[in-house]
Every structure is written in C-alpha cells, then in structure tokens.
C-alpha cells in the first residue's frame, strides 16, 4: 500500500511563505504525476500545480509567479514553495499522485490527507 503524507501547512501572514512537501511511502511502486491540489472553505477542490517524473510542472493560474512544485524523485517527495500569500489561498492543501503498484500491478491514484494552510493577518 502507497501512502502520501504532507507536512508544513499552518498560519502565516498576508506575503508571507510556506513551504509545503509530500512524501509518499510503501513498496514495489514507482510514480508519474504528483500534484497539489486545495479545496477553500464551501468550493470544490483544484489543481494547483502538476508536476511529471520530467520535472516539468503545470499551474493554476492565479499561482503562477508565486508558488513553485519541485520534487526529488530519489526520496519519492514533492515540494510547494508558495510566496506572496493572499487569504484566497487559505485552503487545505492536498498531495496526489498518479502510482503504478509493482505489487498489483497497476495504476492507482493516491492522495493525500490533506495540511491546512491559513493565510490571515
């Protein structure tokens, strides 16, 4: 069983930063796609950035020029760099991950438990 475990949300003050990481866990796997994804208070969840075992990441638009995913594939861990915090990113934030199992021997797609991140004064 593939687990994703993310860390490093909490409060922060509008402009400020954080740093978010994801760290998926198990045997006999090996992963394509990780992403992050946030769901605000009484909306639907949304991508926020997508990033391929290539390095090259796609983002939401309203985070471009603020946020940056990178991963490092050796430790299975993906990263969000977020700058500039705005009280519209107060979001929990989830980790996901498109998982091919060795051990079932196919695809799966695994996501996380969700860090809240608030961005208030």
């Known amino acids: 069983q593939v687990q994703l475990v993310e860390s490093g949300g909490g409060l922060v003050q509008p402009g400020g930063s954080l740093r978010l990481s994801c760290v998926a866990s198990g045997s006999s796997f090996s992963i394509n796609n990780m992403g992050w994804y946030r769901q605000a208070p009484g909306k639907e969840r949304e991508l926020v950035a997508v990033t391929s075992s290539g390095g090259s990441t796609n983002y939401e638009d309203s985070v471009k020029g603020r946020f940056t995913a990178s991963r490092d594939n050796a430790k299975n861990t993906l990263f969000l760099q977020m700058n500039s915090l705005k009280p519209e990113d107060t979001a929990v934030y989830y980790c996901?991950?498109?998982?091919?199992?060795?051990?079932?021997?196919?695809?799966?797609?695994?996501w996380g438990q969700g860090t809240l991140v608030t961005v208030s004064s």
């Open positions: 996901n991950a498109d998982i091919y199992s060795g051990r079932l021997m196919r695809y799966l797609e695994v």
